[in-house]
């Protein structure tokens, strides 16, 4: 996060269950593990900022 400390003016983390995780920009899905069945690797989120 100190690298784009000026880049991102807010994060929100929901809970959620069954083993989904998601990360989404100003609402737009960029990452589901539920659809590719894995977690991703930090360039795949870091490239969408």
Known sequence: MRKYKNRISSLE???????VFEVKKNGTLIFSKKELGRFPD???????L
């Open 42 to 48: 930090a360039e795949e989120i870091t490239a969408n």
């Open 13 to 19: 983390l929901i809970p959620s269950g069954g083993g």
